[in-house]
């Protein structure tokens, strides 16, 4: 690697930082404007290997589109597996505070 290389590598993986702090302040900004709160979950967390009926964890490449649970049996997207995971996370930490993240509709709702 040249040095030219390594200087553009370094600023490029700086301006990524940068817009992914940029990104958050603005999130951050915009939950207080509506009186929300931000939730963050960790990048690591297993939302598309995790079956959202049981909680079964198992690898998956991500060529696979479809989860299909050993335990339960569940089939269901991969992304819509996610989601509901990721749902239920943000309910699961909103609840440990004493208050409900799902309004009478099941939906998410804003939590000041």
């Known amino acids: 690697m040249t040095l030219c290389t390594v200087r553009f ?15 958050s302040m ?3 900004y915009k939950c207080q404007w509506y009186c929300s709160e931000l939730v963050v979950v960790d990048r690591f967390f297993p939302s598309s290997k995790t079956c ?6 198992q690898d998956m490449p991500l060529s ?4 299909d649970c050993p335990d339960c ?3 269901i997207d991969r992304d819509l597996n996610a989601s509901i995971n990721l749902r239920n996370a943000v ?3 909103v609840n440990a505070c ?5 309004d009478s509709s099941g939906g998410l709702r804003s939590i000041p």
Do not use: F, Q
Request: with cysteine; glycine share 10%.
């Open 9 to 23: 590598c370094a600023i490029t993986s700086i301006n990524e930082s940068l817009s992914i702090v940029a990104v």
């Open 73 to 75: 049996g569940l089939s």
């Open 98 to 102: 004493g208050r409900s993240a799902a």
């Open 26 to 28: 603005e999130l951050e």
């Open 52 to 57: 959202c009926r049981c909680g079964h964890v």
């Open 91 to 93: 309910g699961l930490i």
């Open 64 to 67: 696979l589109r479809t989860y």
